[in-house]
């Protein structure tokens, strides 16, 4: 069973399409990316997943259950959510972020400090050194990391990241790029990754899912997106020439 399954999901708003009959389903550890334009639908897409949209049409199930069953602070709290602003609380310590969900999930403080000090270097971030900061005195790259480090807190089964490493500048973009895949390897987590980059799907991806338009236009792993026919996938893949 997938753990997170797309049934024929359509959404609009005001009458205006915005997903048209999404089905696809992403198994326990993989990381499917969501490739596509602006307006695609791939952020709304993203964003049904921890309940902040719900379909017009057809389910959105996590672990087998729609996500209109689930309570949304349940839900919410099984899925860790990486998105390019980062969103830290700049009143709290870089720990004090990190440790905010387990914290809230009743986490004793020796296991919330032990978490946070691995997850801070498994981030390239050690703890003696960055726990105490705060938000402010860090670097763009140096927030996104302890924004991927607090959605690993509780150990959620799901990931979802929403162009996270888009407003950095490329040698960082990279940096983190294959931090993620080394995260990946360690921690085995299902992730939901949105992107408009071709090449970083390629890099990341287990599986790509290109939209246009809010339709699903190709579903496949990296090797065989190379090799997709379809105009909007020629489309990104003639970005590799340049």
Same mark, same amino acid.
């Given at each position: 069973?997938?753990?997170?399954?797309?049934?024929?999901?359509?959404?609009?708003?005001? !009458?205006?399409?915005?997903?048209?009959?999404?089905?696809? !389903?992403?198994?326990? !550890?993989?990381?499917?990316? =969501?490739? !596509?334009?602006?307006?695609?639908?791939?952020?709304?897409?993203?964003?049904?997943?921890? %309940?902040?949209?719900?379909?017009?049409?057809? +389910?959105?199930?996590?672990?087998? *259950?729609?996500?209109?069953?689930?309570?949304?602070?349940?839900?919410?709290?099984?899925?860790?959510?990486?998105?390019?602003?980062?969103?830290?609380?700049?009143?709290?310590?870089?720990?004090?972020?990190? %440790? =905010?969900?387990?914290?809230?999930? %009743?986490?004793?403080?020796?296991?919330?400090?032990?978490?946070?000090?691995?997850?801070?270097?498994?981030?390239?971030?050690?703890?003696?050194?960055?726990?105490?900061?705060?938000?402010?005195?860090?670097?763009?790259?140096?927030? +996104?990391?302890?924004?991927?480090?607090?959605?690993?807190?509780?150990? #959620?089964?799901?990931?979802?990241?929403?162009?996270? /490493?888009?407003?950095?500048?490329?040698?960082?973009?990279?940096?983190?790029?294959?931090?993620?895949?080394?995260?990946?390897?360690?921690?085995?987590?299902?992730?939901?990754?949105?992107?408009?980059?071709?090449?970083?799907?390629?890099?990341?991806?287990?599986?790509?899912?290109?939209?246009?338009?809010? *339709?699903?236009?190709?579903?496949?792993? #990296?090797?065989? /997106?190379?090799?997709?026919?379809?105009?909007?996938?020629?489309?990104?893949?003639?970005?590799?020439?340049?």
């Amino acid at each position: 069973m997938a753990l997170v399954e797309f049934r024929a999901v359509s959404y609009e708003i005001a !009458g205006k399409p915005i997903l048209r009959d999404l089905s696809l !389903g992403v198994e326990a !550890g993989e990381t499917l990316v =969501l490739l !596509g334009r602006s307006g695609s639908g791939k952020t709304t897409a993203l964003k049904m997943i921890n %309940g902040m949209l719900f379909p017009t049409k057809g +389910q959105v199930l996590v672990d087998g *259950r729609a996500t209109t069953d689930w309570d949304p602070i349940q839900l919410r709290r099984r899925i860790g959510y990486v998105i390019q602003e980062v969103g830290l609380f700049p009143h709290f310590t870089v720990g004090d972020n990190v %440790g =905010l969900v387990p914290k809230l999930e %009743g986490w004793s403080t020796s296991d919330i400090e032990t978490r946070v000090n691995l997850l801070l270097q498994k981030v390239g971030m050690p703890p003696i050194e960055f726990r105490s900061r705060y938000p402010r005195q860090l670097s763009g790259g140096q927030r +996104q990391r302890v924004g991927v480090a607090r959605a690993l807190a509780a150990d #959620p089964p799901v990931l979802l990241f929403d162009e996270p /490493f888009g407003a950095l500048d490329p040698v960082m973009r990279l940096e983190l790029q294959r931090q993620f895949l080394t995260l990946r390897e360690d921690f085995q987590k299902t992730s939901i990754f949105v992107t408009h980059d071709v090449r970083e799907a390629l890099l990341l991806a287990s599986k790509i899912a290109l939209l246009s338009e809010g *339709r699903l236009e190709v579903l496949a792993p #990296p090797q065989e /997106f190379r090799q997709a026919q379809c105009d909007e996938a020629r489309a990104f893949l003639a970005v590799l020439d340049n």
